[in-house]
C-alpha cells in the first residue's frame, strides 16, 4: 500500500459508516412495516370472557 491508500482508510471507514446510516434511515422511512405492531400480545377480550364463563360454571 502507498502512503495515499493508507491515508484514505480512515476516510472511507467513516464514509462507509455516514453510508449504512444513510441506508438504515431511508429504510425506515420507505419500509414503515414493523412486525411488533401487528403481533398479539396474550389472549384477546373474548378468550378472557370464555375462560371467566367456564371458571364460573
Same mark, same amino acid.
Request: hydrophobic share 30%.
Given at each position: 500500500m502507498n502512503s495515499m491508500?493508507? =491515508?484514505?482508510? !480512515?476516510?472511507r471507514r467513516?464514509?462507509?459508516r455516514l453510508v449504512a446510516r444513510?441506508?438504515?434511515l431511508i429504510?425506515?422511512?420507505i419500509? !414503515?412495516?414493523?412486525?411488533?405492531?401487528?403481533?398479539m400480545r396474550g389472549p384477546g377480550p373474548?378468550?378472557? =370472557?370464555?375462560?371467566?364463563a367456564t371458571l364460573r360454571d
Open positions: 491508500e493508507l =491515508a484514505l482508510q !480512515p476516510l467513516h464514509l462507509a444513510c441506508v438504515t429504510d425506515g422511512v419500509n !414503515p412495516y414493523r412486525p411488533e405492531l401487528y403481533y373474548k378468550c378472557r =370472557a370464555r375462560r371467566q
